[in-house]
């Protein structure tokens, strides 16, 4: 079956810093695009990074400098390593498959929060 | 920055009704359009890819249509399991989610 893990989350002080684990089942992440998407408390949904097969990254502004993706292709694991939060990160981010998002992780909270 | 609007922001229906949401998006995005349906404390669920394909396994009640800057997702027949968040997405240019429809019971 195919599906997505996404762990990792939980509370941390503003400026700290946090790594998500996205772990793929049933197909491989270096094989397709692999993007993280996240939602705070309420709200609607908010593109944050992409990689691509070819190795490519890219992010949202908001996220730009301080978010960094990468995958272990031995683990089938994608990440996302969140330096200097600030309490606008808090959210549920998934990890999701493709550029259409055809699979998606059950998500994990992060709070940013002193 | 590829912007898209969706409205209505929220909406009331009954079971059987006609419901139409529409995006837009701010420059052409070809084809490049998905539809997600989304319950509380749940993810995203796919609907539409390409602006008009149905994704497998979901019902046929669901259909999109459009092109360049105008889309629509319609469900033929409202159903109880239907009552959740809609949201557009483009991913012509990077990715970009509308604000979201939701779905509510009158």
């Known amino acids: 079956e195919v599906q997505l893990v996404e762990t990792g989350g939980g509370l941390i002080q503003p400026g700290g810093s946090l790594r998500l684990s996205c772990e793929a089942f049933?197909?491989?992440?270096?094989?397709?695009?692999m993007s993280w998407v996240r939602q705070a408390p309420g709200k609607g949904l908010e593109w944050v990074s992409v990689?691509?097969?070819?190795?490519?990254?890219y992010y949202a502004d908001p996220v730009k400098g301080r978010f960094t993706i990468s995958r272990d292709d031995s683990k089938n694991t994608l990440y996302l390593q969140m330096d200097s939060l600030r309490a606008d990160d808090t959210a549920v981010y998934f990890c999701?498959?493709?550029?259409?998002?055809?699979?998606w992780g059950h998500g994990t909270a992060v709070t940013v929060s002193s | 920055d590829v912007q898209m609007t969706q409205s209505p922001p929220a909406l009331s229906a009954s079971v059987g009704d006609r419901v139409t949401i529409t995006c837009r998006a701010s420059e052409s995005i070809g084809p490049w359009l998905a539809w997600y349906q989304q319950k509380p404390g749940k993810a995203p669920k796919l609907l539409i890819h390409?602006?008009?394909n149905l994704e497998s396994g979901v019902p046929s009640r669901f259909s999109g249509s459009g092109s360049g800057t105008e889309f629509t997702l319609t469900i033929s027949s409202l159903q109880p399991d239907d009552y959740a968040v809609y949201y557009c997405q483009q991913y012509n240019n990077f990715w970009t989610f509308g604000q979201g429809t939701k779905v509510e019971i009158k």
């Open positions: 990689l691509y097969a070819t190795g490519n990254t």
């Open positions: 049933g197909f491989r992440v270096d094989s397709t695009y």
């Open positions: 390409q602006a008009s």
């Open positions: 999701a498959r493709q550029m259409h998002m055809d699979v």
